[in-house]
T-cell receptor, first 111, second 115 residues
Framework: SQKIEQNSEALNIQEGKTATLTCNYTNYSPAYLQWYRQDPGRGPVFLLLIRENEKEKRKERLKVTFDTTLKQSLFHITASQPADSATYLCALSNTGNQFYFGTGTSLTVIP | DAGVIQSPRHEVTEMGQEVTLRCKPISGHDYLFWYRQTMMRGLELLIYFNNNVPIDDSGMPEDRFSAKMPNASFSTLKIQPSEPRDSAVYFC?????????????FGPGTRLTVL
């Protein structure tokens, strides 16, 4: 079955720096990859979708890359702010209907 | 729109009792998903519906779990009988038809504790 791994440890960075989160997968060939943000006690909130034929996608301070050869997606937050502190989840799908989620990476931006 | 609505927000019950979780998706959304989230296993897809029809329930852990969607505005997830290992946060999410490849809108979740 598919395996999706995100940074196993929490990530702490200084305000203003770029945060880079990793999503690696095996036994899978997703056509779609999403990133979500989840705050404590709340449901995940969609951030970005990238398709297998897209190498990179940007939205404001967010940038996502999708390397199907390395089986990896990188999620960047530039000029990070304390308000960016949350857990970030990647989700993969080969049909676009069912998405399988990673366990998430906890990000803390230190003022 | 109020977003996806789930009830109850918290449920504490004893082992062996029946538990029913409820979800109201966003109006006009044709897809509805039920997920379970735990620290150990993360966010797991249990079942999803398209136009009120169950499409894939392969994530439902065992026969104790069942889900229904009697109409476009309501779905239930039932656990009978409940066990302590069912303790988790259960999320409902919906997605509009033409954007099924895109975002899912999650509800606030139901935190279930089975004693």
């Amino acid at each position: 079955s598919q395996k999706i791994e995100q940074n196993s440890e929490a990530l702490n960075i200084q305000e203003g720096k770029t945060a880079t989160l990793t999503c690696n997968y095996t036994n899978y060939s997703p056509a779609y990859l999403q990133w979500y943000r989840q705050d404590p006690g709340r449901g995940p909130v969609f951030l970005l979708l990238i398709r297998e034929n897209e190498k990179e996608k940007r939205k404001e301070r967010l940038k996502v890359t999708f390397d199907t050869t390395l089986k990896q997606s990188l999620f960047h937050i530039t000029a990070s702010q304390p308000a960016d502190s949350a857990t970030y989840l990647c989700a993969l799908s080969n049909t676009g209907n069912q998405f399988y989620f990673g366990t998430g990476t906890s990000l803390t931006v230190i003022p | 729109d109020a977003g996806v609505i789930q009830s109850p927000r918290h449920e504490v019950t004893e082992m062996g009792q029946e538990v029913t979780l409820r979800c109201k998706p966003i109006s006009g959304h044709d897809y509805l998903f039920w997920y379970r989230q735990t620290m150990m296993r993360g966010l797991e897809l249990l079942i999803y519906f398209n136009n009120n029809v169950p499409i894939d329930d392969s994530g439902m852990p065992e026969d104790r779990f069942s889900a229904k969607m009697p109409n476009a505005s309501f779905s239930t997830l039932k656990i009978q009988p409940s066990e302590p290992r069912d303790s988790a946060v259960y999320f409902c999410a919906s997605s509009p038809r033409d954007r099924a490849y895109n975002e899912q809108f999650f509800g606030p979740g139901t935190r279930l504790t089975v004693l």
